[in-house]
């Protein structure tokens, strides 16, 4: 197993804790001053694990299809409100894309990886760099989700 893998277990762990009593409505919402929402956040981090291993070493993505990537990829935004059932799928992805990575993994399908360098200079030869990197990545959006729900929560309470 990747030494990276736990790490990422445990903050996804502590995410879903994070979510913990927010409504749909809540999570969907984008405050003033923000780009998008707290279950975009989630969603992402899902589709873009599945992007940095799986696309960029010509695999297909096993867990998630295109339109799902495509909706939650870099650079998207929320184009729509997520239902409940929705929220409740893109949980579980948190682990079964993490679930389905480690096996794979361990299965050494990762071979043909294309070297590539992150929008935040970071140069990624391999999978092992691509796993790596996705604890930094999910400690950024984790921050901004930890904002999201500061601000959403303050209108609640003002």
């Known amino acids: ?68 990537f495509k909706a939650y990829k870099p650079e998207s935004k929320p184009e729509r409100n997520v239902s409940a059932e929705e929220v409740e799928a893109i949980k579980a992805l948190l682990f079964s894309t993490l679930d389905q990575l480690e096996a794979d993994y361990q299965q050494n399908l990762f071979t043909n990886y294309t070297p590539w360098t992150t929008r935040y200079g970071v140069d990624i030869k391999n999978i092992d760099e691509a796993i790596s990197f996705i604890p930094f990545h999910e400690g950024l959006h984790l921050g901004y989700i930890t904002a999201l729900k500061r601000v959403i929560k303050s209108k609640v309470l003002a």
């Open 1 to 68: 197993m990747h030494p990276q893998l736990e790490t990422i277990r445990k903050t996804r762990t502590a995410l879903l804790a994070l979510l913990e009593g927010l409504t749909v409505e809540e999570l969907n919402e984008i405050p003033a001053g923000f780009n998008n929402n707290i279950i975009w956040n989630v969603a992402h981090l899902t589709a873009a694990q599945q992007g940095v291993c799986y696309f960029r070493a010509g695999l297909k993505m096993p867990v998630i299809d295109e339109a799902y």
